[in-house]
T-cell receptor, first 115, second 110 residues
Framework: GAGVSQSPSNKVTEKGKDVELRCDPI?????LYWYRQRLGQGLEFLIY????????KSGLPSDRFSAERTGESVSTLTIQRTQQEDSAVYLC?????????????FGPGTRLTVL | QKEVEQDPGPLSVPEGAIVSLNCTYS??????FMWYRQYSRKGPELLMY????GNKEDGRFTAQVDKSSKYISLFIRDSQPSDSATYLC??????????FGTGTRLTVIP
């Protein structure tokens, strides 16, 4: 299939360790989003990439969180010095362009557990 | 107060029932309204998209937006067991990010 893919699907790490999560968007999609979904809560916006523009980082909860994207391809979300409250499902989404609300296509997510 | 409020349920209905799911919001700048369906251990998938106030119908699904009341609804007619999932409302201004409700877990009992 040509959907959004994410890896790993599950990640268990120890408190204080760094983790990297990967997202492969749908080919040709210029916009890419990262969200966090805590248990029993809605999706929380983290960061948005649009083409070669500067990313919108307004949702990143702390400076331990960072993300990169090379051109219009793969993105990685890095969490440094993980804390237990970072445990959540991290979802990536892509869309064809600067979406006006036509919807974003989500990957299956990475379930992060910090012990 | 959260920007988007959604009753988390859970909601259980018999097969064939009409289901009504709702969200309220506080930001009058929201213009785009969406409903996503999320199956267990999967990412959300877009069901309905509506711009501004009004109704939109797609098969068994109808989305309603009442901006004056800051209230949106999703109706599912002739509900099926395959509709069992968590339904998330989402909305945005013209800016980049979506604001999501917490989701309502629906179970349709055969």
């Amino acid at each position: 299939g040509a959907g959004v893919s994410q890896s790993p699907s599950n990640k268990v790490t120890e408190k204080g360790k760094d983790v990297e999560l990967r997202c492969d968007p749908i080919s040709g999609h210029t916009a890419l989003y990262w969200y966090r979904q805590r248990l029993g809560q809605g999706l929380e916006f983290l960061i948005y990439f649009q083409g070669n523009s500067a990313p919108d980082k307004s949702g990143l909860p702390s400076d331990r969180f960072s993300a990169e994207r090379t051109g219009e391809s793969v993105s990685t979300l890095t969490i440094q010095r993980t804390q237990q409250e970072d445990s959540a499902v991290y979802l990536c989404a892509s869309s064809p362009g600067r979406t006006t609300g036509r919807g974003q296509f989500f990957g299956p997510g990475t379930r992060l557990t910090v012990l | 107060q959260k920007e988007v409020e959604q009753d988390p349920g859970p909601l259980s209905v018999p097969e064939g029932a009409i289901v009504s799911l709702n969200c309220t919001y506080s930001n009058s700048a929201f213009q785009y309204f969406m409903w996503y369906r999320q199956y267990s251990r999967k990412g959300p998938e877009l069901l309905m998209y509506t711009y501004s106030s009004g109704n939109k119908e797609d098969g068994r699904f109808t989305a309603q937006v009442d901006k004056s009341s800051k209230y949106i609804s999703l109706f599912i007619r002739d509900s099926q067991p395959s509709d069992s999932a968590t339904y998330l409302c989402a909305m945005k201004t013209g800016a980049n990010n979506l604001f999501f409700g917490t989701g309502t877990r629906l179970t349709v009992i055969p």
